[in-house]
């Protein structure tokens, strides 16, 4: 129903900022709630951060609420992760995750996802 593409992955230091970018295609993107979730090597995938269809409400993992900003321009069908204080901990395969309902945590409920893009943060 939709597609997306990752960007903006990178090799960043400790400290570092970095913004990652989904572009969806279609016209009924602001239909879906975003999300972004990550993978590390040996790791389950797991939630970082979502947004509602109208941009009106985010939801942050615990482990990156302060430093991590979701946020969504729906004209011009784009989702962005603005990334702060970044921590070798951040270090993973980040993913753009969309569904045409309401926010959910759980990976299994998104059936839209990105190709994935690269954060490594080094100590």
């Known amino acids: 129903q939709v597609q997306l593409v990752e960007s903006g992955g990178a090799l960043v230091q400790a400290g570092g900022s970095l913004r990652l970018s989904c572009a969806a295609s279609?016209?009924?993107?602001?239909?879906?709630?975003m999300a972004w979730f990550r993978q590390a090597p040996g790791k389950e995938r797991e939630f970082v951060a979502a947004i509602s269809r109208s941009g009106g409400s985010t939801y942050y993992a615990n482990s990156v609420k302060g430093r991590f900003t979701i946020s969504r321009d729906n004209t011009e069908r784009m989702v962005y992760l603005q990334m702060s204080s970044l921590k070798p901990e951040d270090t993973a395969v980040y993913y753009c995750?969309?569904?045409?309902?309401?926010?959910?945590?759980?990976?299994?409920?998104?059936?839209?996802w990105g190709q994935g893009t690269q954060v490594t943060v080094s100590s």
């Open positions: 279609g016209r009924t993107f602001s239909s879906y709630s």
């Open positions: 995750a969309a569904r045409g309902g309401i926010v959910q945590y759980d990976n299994t409920r998104y059936d839209n």
